[in-house]
């Protein structure tokens, strides 16, 4: 069938249930934009969501690079305002 003859044999309905098979249709199209295609996990990515920024090798070396920086307490620690103030104007 058409699109031209589906909408012919629609608009022959009476109003009320042409409007009902019209809301039917705008549902469907909400419901399908919202769907959000499926990624495939990687094993080793660590996100639960699969966030593709995991999936660089790049941002991975950098948040190791951070976890071994903690590690040998090489990090400084900005308890308040003014010291995160301090820190960013000496930049």
């Known amino acids: 069938m058409t699109p031209t003859a589906i909408l012919e044999a629609i608009n022959a309905l009476p109003t009320d249930e042409r409007m009902e098979i019209i809301e039917k249709v705008i549902h469907t199209i909400r419901l399908e934009g919202t769907k959000k295609p499926k ?3 990687k094993p080793d990515n660590p996100s639960p969501s699969g966030d593709p920024w995991f999936d660089d090798p790049c ?33």
């Open 39 to 41: 990624r495939k996990k």
């Open 59 to 91: 941002n991975i070396a950098i948040v190791m690079e951070g976890i071994q920086s903690a590690k040998e307490e090489k990090g400084i620690v900005l308890t308040s305002k003014e010291d995160i103030k301090e820190f960013f104007a000496n930049l």
